[in-house]
Antibody, heavy 119, light 109 residues
């Protein structure tokens, strides 16, 4: 069974940093591209970042470029999101989401971790 | 950026009735369109990809259609577990600029 379990969310002050993790199991993690998608409270879904299966190709939404860094450790079956210079508008539930091979929708999602940016 | 719109924002339907949800793209996305279902406090669940292909384990009462800029998700006979928010997502861009619609909430009439 495919499982994605996020962790690392919490309350952080504006300008602060946080590192999210996503532990994957039930599939060959190193074969899949992965993403982070977020959802502000009561709002819709926003794609945040993509990383290729090897980690060699990375993309970001304009709203987080230069502040967030996606990475992965295939030996540990883990995906990460380093978030710096956090703003109030980054407050959201952050989901890690798997992307099937050779396409670009999201077939499995984690349960999400809440990041709250507030003083 | 491709802007996705969905209508209606809220759809009130009685159990057993048919629900038709619309999604429109600001420019053609071919058939690179997915639908997700999200219940309160849960992660989104993939229903449809490629505009019309049901994901694994999705009941046949869910069907998708359309291409280009106009898409439809139809739930043929609503069950109690189908009351949720439904999002469409385009994945036609590369490098990725994936965008989602604002969602349609299907609630009980």
């Amino acid at each position: 069974e495919v499982q994605l379990v996020e962790s690392g969310g919490g309350l952080v002050q504006p300008g602060g940093s946080l590192r999210l993790s996503c532990a994957a199991s039930g599939f060959t993690f190193s074969s899949y591209e992965m993403n982070w998608v977020r959802q502000a409270p009561g709002k819709g879904l926003e794609w945040v970042s993509y990383i290729s299966s090897s980690g060699s190709t990375i993309y970001y939404a304009d709203s987080v470029k230069g502040r967030f860094t996606i990475s992965r450790d295939n030996a540990k079956n883990s995906l990460y999101l380093q978030m710096n210079s956090l703003r109030a508008e980054d407050t959201a539930v952050y989901y890690c989401a798997r992307m099937p091979v050779v396409t670009a929708y999201f077939d499995y999602w984690g349960q999400g971790t809440l990041v709250t940016v507030s003083s | 950026e491709i802007v996705m719109t969905q209508s209606p924002a809220t759809l009130s339907v009685s159990p057993g009735e048919r629900a038709t949800l619309s999604c429109r793209a600001s420019q053609s996305v071919s058939s690179n369109l997915a639908w997700y279902q999200q219940k309160p406090g849960q992660a989104p669940r993939l229903l449809i990809y490629g505009a019309s292909t049901r994901a694994t384990g999705i009941p046949a009462r869910f069907s998708g259609s359309g291409s280009g800029t106009e898409f439809t998700l139809t739930i043929s006979s609503l069950q109690s577990e189908d009351f949720a928010v439904y999002y469409c997502q385009q994945y036609n861009n590369w490098p990725p600029r994936f965008t989602f619609g604002p969602g349609t909430k299907v609630d009980i009439k």
